[in-house]
């Protein structure tokens, strides 16, 4: 096993010495080095010395400084082999994912067990979900990524089972999927006073619902009962809407939301209408739908007196109402969609993708159909 220096005998020095102790490792380190070696001494049973007695060793110098770019040239200039933090080192030291992210896991445990915790970072995490994090079998993962979910707003992991990203790609503590994710995003990029404005949603789940449901004063959502009467209060903020005629008067809302919906209305030139229709001028729609950019639009099923009959093999998706799923009846295109929307709805559309970037991987934003559309009214 590799043996290192720990250059920086200070307060980072001594975390990395008790992360290494919790983790049976701290025979290790070979020595630490530090201006102050002689009033030092020694860290548990590793001896501070001075640099210039360690460089010749040829072992790699872990640095634990505040200001580490002075280090980082002293150490370039005379050819050392060094880790800019343990976080690098332990990167470079474990090459199993899954023992590489228990001990990064551990090292941020040890953080926070030494500073009592930092907001919104893996710092936080308690006993009971650090070791739900150590117990989640991450060698089984086909995809885990550590970063910063737009939905919870924090520090996290990404981690998905299946090779699906899109449904399965999910924050370890909201338990996001990409496209709230995306939504999220969108939302804070084009209309960060959200919080103040009077948003409406069809058919919420997930962890935007949430969200939106706490943090929005004005938020209000809907789903659709057809045994029920149009617009009955379902419960606070919340009533029974049929996209196609709702109750709600005109220039109701800034923002209406629709997650996964416009692939399974009947209707779908009603439903934009009726959406533009219920939107303040200026206001804007936001959606996710999957859409083929490379197809036309097709529909999957016909609508006869008032009842709809697949014509092509019958697809379904999750239902937040439901347990059997919606029928899916259209598979939107590309652009010929986003031009319908616009021509029914007074609307001008845009459309947000995150294509491959450090960014969008540390924002969990990966998967396909990971498009969000943002549709400003322009005219009543």
């Given at each position: ?20 102790k919790l983790q049976k490792m701290d025979h290790i380190i070979e020595a ?213 005629k709702m109750s709600f008067e005109d ?130």
């Amino acid at each position: 096993m590799e043996r290192i220096i720990i250059y920086g005998a200070g307060k980072i020095g001594r975390q990395y010495y008790e992360f290494l102790k919790l983790q049976k490792m701290d025979h290790i380190i070979e020595a630490f080095c530090d201006r102050n070696y002689k009033q030092i001494g020694k860290i548990g049973m590793a001896a501070v010395k001075d640099y210039h007695k360690l460089k010749g060793k040829g072992l790699p110098f872990v640095i634990a400084v505040f200001d580490s770019q002075e280090i980082c040239e002293l150490l370039q200039d005379d050819g050392q082999v060094y880790y800019k933090d343990i976080g690098d080192w332990i990167n470079d030291y474990q090459e199993n994912d899954m023992e590489r992210i228990k001990m990064r896991l551990g090292y941020q445990k040890m953080l926070n067990l030494n500073w009592g915790g930092v907001k919104n970072t893996l710092d936080n995490l308690n006993e009971e979900m650090y070791k739900m994090v150590i117990e989640m079998e991450l060698d089984r993962a086909v995809r885990v990524y550590g970063g910063y979910c737009p939905c919870c707003k924090k520090k996290t992991i990404f981690v998905s089972y299946h090779y699906w990203l899109r449904d399965h790609y999910k924050c370890i503590f909201c338990n996001s999927i990409p496209r709230q994710r995306g939504v999220m995003k969108v939302l804070e990029k084009e209309v960060p006073e959200w919080k103040q404005m009077k948003i409406h949603e069809s058919s919420p789940c997930g962890s935007t619902f949430h969200v939106l449901k706490q943090e929005c004063k004005f938020y209000s959502y809907s789903f659709w009962h057809e045994t029920k009467p149009l617009g009955e209060r379902l419960e606070a903020n919340v009533t029974n809407q049929n996209l196609e005629k709702m109750s709600f008067e005109d220039e109701t809302f800034d923002i209406f939301i629709t997650q996964d919906v416009l692939e399974h209305v009947n209707y779908p030139e009603k439903v934009l209408a009726e959406i533009g229709r219920t939107l303040k001028t200026g206001g804007i729609h936001i959606f996710t739908t999957p859409m083929y950019p490379f197809q036309k639009t097709r529909s999957r099923i016909k609508m006869e007196q008032g009842i709809r009959k697949p014509i092509l093999p019958e697809v379904y998706h999750g239902n937040p109402i439901g347990d059997k799923g919606s029928l899916v009846t259209y598979d939107w295109g590309g652009y010929d969609f986003l031009k319908m929307v616009d021509d029914i709805s007074g609307m001008e559309s845009r459309i947000f993708e995150f294509p491959n970037s450090k960014e969008n991987f540390e924002n969990g934003l990966e998967g396909d159909f990971l498009q969000v559309v943002v549709s400003k009214k322009i005219r009543k």
